[in-house]
């Protein structure tokens, strides 16, 4: 093999190589979201709640009524509102995995109402019964995990919710019986989700993240009263759950 002979294929393989690197992309760097990083949080929501009222001790009402009386006090409200406030949380990164917990106390306005007159079965008298919930904060702890694929992270999230629910309840009818109750309690529920974020300069970041939240139920109940009802005493039960959907914006620093 001669001089020439060599060189030729000393560049043929220089050039292979050089165009096989050009061939190959470089890739694309992942942000690491490792770290403690804490924010505020800002969006809507809309909620949905079982309203209920319904017999107790039947001395007022006579047999008839009972079954239609309960059906009229049967309802469902869709409450919608603003949610808002703060979170903190950590993560930790493996490759792509990234997987930590955050926790948020959020101000949530979701109350609704709801009112139905309706007519004695057996007789032409009517009846009113009013209904409403209401709830003013939301806080969650919940694990994450997720996909980390250069400045952008996928991740699903779920965990605990605790909340106030007040509900009211009142009833009213030709025969001047009257009936009112409350309840206001901290319920705690169950919280799921999901959420992208994206990583931007200076250790902040930008995400939008979905959360359905679910909470037992508020039971209560009133006696009815009124001038001639002491010869017929009774009782009304009452009811209320919740359930929420979330849709928040967030901006998180990363410490």
């Not at 106030?164 to 799921?192: N, P, Q």
């Amino acid at each position: 093999m001669n001089r020439t002979t060599i060189f030729v294929c000393a560049a043929a393989i220089a050039f292979g190589s050089g165009t096989a690197a050009l061939a190959v992309p470089a890739k694309t760097p992942i942000y690491d979201w490792t770290g403690t990083y804490a924010g505020v949080n800002l969006g809507g929501a809309t909620g949905s709640s079982d309203l209920k009222t319904s017999v107790g001790e039947s001395n007022y009402f006579d047999t008839d009524n009972i079954a239609p009386f309960n059906g009229t006090g049967s309802t469902t409200v869709h409450p919608s509102g603003f949610v808002g406030g703060g979170q903190i949380g950590y993560n930790k990164q493996t490759d792509h995995i990234v997987y930590g917990i955050e926790g948020d106390f959020d101000a949530l306005d979701l109350s609704a109402s709801k009112g139905k007159t309706a007519t004695y079965f057996d007789n032409a008298d009517q009846y009113t019964i009013n209904q409403s919930t209401k709830t003013t904060w939301l806080a969650t702890v919940r694990p994450r995990v997720g996909y980390a694929n250069g400045n952008s992270l996928v991740y699903a999230t779920a965990g605990v919710a605790f909340t106030d629910v007040s509900a009211h309840a009142s009833f009213s009818d030709g025969f001047d019986g009257v009936e009112s109750a409350s309840k206001k309690s901290t319920e705690t529920g169950y919280v799921l989700g999901a959420g992208v974020a994206y990583a931007l300069q200076g250790n902040w970041s930008i995400s939008g993240e979905y959360l359905y939240a679910n909470f037992g139920k508020v039971s209560y109940s009133g006696v009815i009263g009124g001038p001639d009802v002491s010869e017929f005493p009774g009782t009304l039960n009452h009811s209320a759950n919740l359930s929420a959907n979330l849709f928040r914006v967030a901006l998180n620093y990363k410490f």
